[in-house]
């Protein structure tokens, strides 16, 4: 079992490529001379099986995919090995008449480092203040209880399409890409069957077990 952006895939089968790059000068007498060493992005090598799940279907899964490559996004995978910051540079996959809900797939991850802008733009408002009805930020945190209101659900942090449309459920938040449309990923806790990531408009601050008398 494995993830990609807490996307469900079946991989039994990762291969981590590490390699280093020794640049060599000429000498007269004897090998070239290296005098350091540069080492390469990692890639990982992945193979297996991409079939319907109770977020989506195998072809919502195929199609996420294939967004997330053609746009260089970010993605995260965690299998039998972990990594992250790594971009989808290669992605085939095989339509078998043996599966009848899914197919076969090979992938390969390239770990990548984007430049960032340093320059912050003062005129730009920030999350809590076009939202100012959202919880206090020590409030979304990962590992924090809080309340789902209920509604649309999404495959990835970045999905254009909801995955689900869940009912109100208090959740805990398990994992979070802060800069992306939909940046919080909640589980739900109370059997509401909520598993996937939602918008901060869709979040109310951790239920409070006060009670007070008239």
């Known amino acids: 079992m494995a993830f990609l952006n807490n996307l469900y895939i079946n991989v039994p089968n990762e291969e981590v490529v590490r390699e280093v790059e020794l640049p060599a000068h000429p000498t007269e007498t004897g090998i070239d001379l290296s005098d350091h060493v540069k080492p390469?992005?990692?890639?990982?090598?992945?193979?297996g099986v991409i079939v319907n799940s109770e977020i989506c279907s195998a072809a919502e899964a195929i199609e996420q995919i294939r967004q997330w490559q053609?746009?260089?996004?970010?993605?995260?995978?965690?299998?039998?090995?972990?990594?992250?910051e790594m971009?989808?540079?290669?992605?085939?996959?095989?339509?078998?008449?043996?599966?009848?809900?899914?197919?076969?797939f090979t992938m390969t991850l390239r770990q990548a480092r984007i430049a960032k802008n340093n320059y912050d733009n003062p005129q730009?408002?920030?999350?809590?203040?076009t939202n100012n009805t959202a919880p206090a930020e020590n409030e979304l945190q990962i590992g924090a209880q809080v309340?789902?209101?209920?509604?649309?659900?999404?495959?990835?942090?970045?999905?254009?399409k909801a995955a689900a449309n869940r009912s109100r459920s208090t959740c805990k938040i398990t994992h979070t890409a802060l800069s992306a449309e939909h940046?919080?990923?909640?589980?739900?806790?109370?059997?509401?069957?909520?598993?996937?990531?939602?918008?901060?408009?869709?979040?109310?601050?951790?239920?409070?077990?006060d009670t007070k008398a008239e």
Request: hydrophobic share 35%.
């Open 40 to 47: 390469k992005a990692i890639e990982i090598n992945l193979s």
């Open 70 to 84: 053609n746009t260089g996004a970010m993605v995260v995978y965690s299998g039998r090995n972990a990594a992250w």
């Open 87 to 104: 971009q989808i540079v290669l992605f085939n996959t095989s339509h078998l008449n043996t599966i009848a809900n899914g197919a076969e």
């Open 124 to 129: 730009t408002p920030t999350r809590a203040e």
């Open 147 to 160: 309340v789902f209101k209920g509604g649309a659900v999404y495959v990835s942090s970045d999905a254009s």
């Open 183 to 209: 940046p919080y990923h909640l589980e739900s806790t109370d059997g509401g069957k909520v598993c996937g990531w939602v918008d901060t408009a869709n979040i109310e601050g951790s239920p409070s077990n």
